[in-house]
């Protein structure tokens, strides 16, 4: 007490000091949290940029869409071929064709993309195009803001078709046209060496099967058992290799068959892949998304601001207030210290 009348600071006008500092620092502590809100709010505002909510849920549908024309379009290599099938990578390829038929080979394929502001309407229209019997459906996939829809038509409905998605003013309207003449003589080449060899196979089995018939008689006959085992081990050992071989060779077979009539049923059709996105310029749900998530931001600001002002400053007292207890033993230390020392000295 007699230390704070020596500064003539009193006791009193400490502790007025100190709750008009803590006061002070709790004050500063929420002005500064709610400018934060305010401010984050307004960068938000000005930084973001918004875009319809269909996109978000329509990007997944277009990417099986996507696949399905990437496979589709001219010039591209991933087509099921004997390139990819023998060696698992498809390579460069450059749309070179033999001969002056490729022309009789050739599809179209249609990529269209259509925003609506009506999206039960334009895909209703879409979806009326399976009652005809040249048109016919593949896939489809709809959803509260998109539809997506992949389908084959005949040429000679083709006009009608193309005719009204054009109605429905489609944003892009991509057409492809190309041959497919090169992957029609690869199966077609690669089918005629598997059923060579196939037939090579056969042979080598049915020549196998007699010369060991005429080795197990000999061997039955000079009544040689050891020679006879072997020769019925080897016999079994070939012929279940040759067997395996020709399994292999006729799966190949098939996969191929199956895979040359589905491009020889492109020759017939004309595909579209199409798909529907809707545009709203007042979305709702977009709002009030957007005002459920500035809500959330300033409930999490203000309950940072209050664990600021109220358990953060109640921890940095607790670790002020031994500081501060410190600092008076230091204080008391020095003055008798001090003291000591000028007794000293002046002795």
Not at 77 to 106: C, H, K, M, Q, W
Not at 160 to 177: C, G, H, Q, S, Y
Request: charged share 25%; hydrophobic share 40%.
């Amino acid at each position: 007490m007699k230390f704070f009348k020596k500064g003539k600071i009193t006791f009193l006008d400490s502790i007025k000091f100190g709750g008009s500092a803590i006061v002070v620092l709790i004050l500063v502590v929420l002005i500064f949290a709610l400018g934060k809100v305010a401010f984050q709010g307004i960068s938000t505002g000005l930084g973001r940029t918004v875009f319809p909510s269909s996109m978000s849920s329509s990007n997944s549908k277009m990417f099986g869409y996507a696949e399905d024309a990437v496979y589709s379009s001219p010039g591209v290599a991933t087509e099921l071929s004997v390139r990819n099938i023998a060696d698992g990578i498809a390579p460069p390829y450059n749309g070179g064709t033999t001969g002056s038929t490729a022309e009789d080979f050739e599809v179209t394929d249609y990529n269209a993309t259509i925003e609506t502001h009506n999206l039960k309407k334009t895909c209703g229209t879409l979806v009326a195009l399976k009652s005809a019997k040249e048109v016919i459906f593949e896939n489809s996939s709809e959803g509260t803001s998109n539809c997506s829809y992949t389908f084959k038509v005949k040429h000679i409905k083709v006009e009608e078709v193309l005719a009204t998605i054009e109605k429905l003013d489609p944003r892009e309207l991509n057409e492809n046209t190309y041959t497919i003449q090169r992957q029609i003589d690869d199966f077609t080449s690669e089918m005629e060496i598997l059923q060579k060899k196939r037939a090579s196979i056969d042979a080598t089995l049915d020549s196998a099967l007699k010369a060991y018939e005429d080795i197990t008689k000999l061997a039955t006959k000079t009544q040689n058992a050891e020679a006879l085992a072997k020769i019925i081990d080897s016999k079994i050992q070939i012929i279940d290799r040759l067997t395996n071989e020709r399994i292999s060779i006729n799966e190949q077979l098939d996969r191929l068959a199956r895979t040359k009539v589905d491009q020889l049923d492109r020759l017939e059709y004309t595909r579209f892949y199409v798909s529907v996105y809707e545009r709203r310029y007042i979305d709702g749900q977009q709002i009030a998304d957007s005002w459920k998530q500035e809500i959330r931001n300033l409930v999490e600001e203000v309950n940072s601001a209050i664990q600021f002002a109220t358990v953060r400053l109640l921890t940095f007292l607790l670790w002020l207030l031994p500081s501060i207890l410190y600092l008076f033993v230091l204080v008391f230390l020095a003055k008798y210290v001090w003291k000591a020392i000028r007794k000293v000295w002046f002795n």
